[in-house]
Every structure is written in structure tokens, then in C-alpha cells.
């Protein structure tokens, strides 16, 4: 099981945007097998301050191993390979 907090500012267009893509490519790659919890900044500073968040977006794989996305997540080949998840090797015959 994948966990994720995803830290925004604000429920702008953009916002829900970055939310909705990254739901899909999550969904498409790893089934149910992943939770994901959004934090807007705003209200929840305390949060991104444990984290040690200093500019949003931020996507934060919190398990396993740790891994920290910054800025655009708007591509997924992109995202998926920056957190580990890029393709996996078909087993061999």
C-alpha cells in the first residue's frame, strides 16, 4: 500500500486540477492499492510546517521509502519516475 499527502494553497482551479490529475494517474498505476490525502496549506500550515513544506504543490510519498515531488505534476511518466513507480520489469521465461 502507497500513502501520499499532496500539499496545496488554496482550492483555485489549478488546485483541483493538480487533485483530479494526479487521482487518475494514482488510479491508473496502482488500483486501489494507495491513499492520498490532500492538505491546503492555508488551513492546515501546522501540517506543511512538520513536513518540512516550503512551496506548494508538493506530493510527499510517505510509504514506502519517502519521496518528495515539487512544482509540476502534470505529466504522469513524470511523476510515476520521480516517485519509484516508473515501469517495472516483465519477468522473464
Known amino acids: 500500500m502507497f500513502e501520499f499527502m499532496l500539499f496545496i494553497s488554496g482550492q483555485s482551479a489549478r488546485s483541483r486540477r493538480i487533485i483530479s490529475d494526479l ?5 491508473d498505476e496502482l488500483g486501489g492499492q494507495y491513499t492520498l490525502r490532500i492538505v491546503d496549506v492555508i488551513e492546515h500550515p501546522h501540517i506543511a510546517q512538520e513536513n518540512g513544506i516550503l512551496a506548494t504543490p508538493t506530493l510527499l510519498k510517505t510509504s514506502p521509502p519517502p519521496k518528495r515531488i515539487l512544482g509540476d505534476l502534470s505529466g504522469k511518466r513524470k511523476v510515476l519516475d520521480q516517485l519509484g513507480l516508473g515501469p517495472r520489469p516483465k519477468p522473464s521465461r
Not at 487521482?23 to 488510479?27: I, K, R
Open 23 to 27: 487521482e487518475s494517474f494514482l488510479s
